[in-house]
């Protein structure tokens, strides 16, 4: 399996940009999938800049309905006439930071024909199974860390029910792909224990401290590898690199192969 980072908050390569948000393509024994698609069409250039022809994604994944993971998904749609794109039936909320920024999805976009609402888990193949922890029972408390979701009568703390994840079997071993586990990575591990994660943690508003020492001494407590970037944090990455060897960060141009 490879992974290439399409977008990432930084880069690694004087010719890739970087904007904050997160793409990834994944290239399995048998697909190839693009893995959420950035804020803008940034993936789309750096992709070619990298030589990876879009046209040819067999089919792609949203990991959650914000704009810094489905902004490109209009550019996607124009590139690639054939790939289905699966996201959360929740996917097209009203998704907001605090009460006043809009970060959910384009929602013109709601109800193309390409695109696959999934319903909690989804096989895709041999090998390829998308998940959810809409239903399973949190062991950790969900923060949102001021992300809300839009009522009629308000707002409410968002519980991040429109995010999936990319389960890959291959080689023995179980790579788990996720958008920003946003439901709480110690949540995440505690469901599924993957080989290797790949994606953000989404511990960005948690200052190096004491509670931060705290997850990092959970995730060591598994063999996983983490590859990590976007919304976990650059001092957080180094707070807890120190305590979590096998902690690898993720930048545009990062080639991963397993």
Not at 43 to 55: C, M, V
Not at 162 to 172: D, R
Not at 203 to 216: D, H, N, Q, V
Not at 220 to 247: D, R, V
Request: charged residues 25%; contains cysteine.
């Amino acid at each position: 399996m490879k992974i290439t980072v399409l977008v990432e908050n930084t880069t690694c390569d004087p010719n890739l940009e970087a904007e904050h948000g997160l793409s990834l393509y994944l290239e399995t024994g048998k697909k190839r999938i693009l893995f959420d698609m950035g804020q803008t069409d940034l993936f789309a250039r750096n992709a070619e800049k990298l030589g990876i022809d879009l046209k040819n994604v067999d089919l792609s994944i949203l990991s959650h309905g914000h704009y810094d993971h489905g902004g490109g998904l209009r550019t996607f749609l124009e590139i690639n006439r054939h790939a289905p794109i699966y996201l959360s039936k929740h996917a097209f909320g009203p998704y907001y930071n605090g009460t006043e920024k809009y970060i959910g999805l384009d929602t013109s976009l709601a109800g193309i024909e390409r695109l696959v609402m999934v319903d909690g888990k989804r096989k895709l193949g041999d090998g390829l199974t998308l998940l959810s922890g809409e239903d399973r029972d949190c062991p950790w408390n969900i923060e949102s860390f001021g992300l809300n979701r839009r009522k009629e009568e308000g707002f409410e703390p968002d519980d991040f029910r429109h995010e999936q994840y990319l389960l890959v079997e291959e080689a023995g071993r179980r790579i788990l792909i996720s958008g920003c586990s946003h439901r709480g990575v110690l949540n995440i591990m505690a469901w599924f224990a993957p080989d290797v994660l790949v994606g953000g943690l989404h511990l960005s508003k948690i200052p190096p401290g004491e509670k931060l020492a705290e997850y990092a001494e959970n995730l060591a407590g598994y063999k996983t590898e983490y590859y990590t970037g976007h919304c976990t944090g650059s001092e957080q990455y180094a707070f807890m690199k120190a305590q979590i060897p096998n902690l690898y960060a993720l930048s545009t141009g990062t080639v991963i192969e397993m």
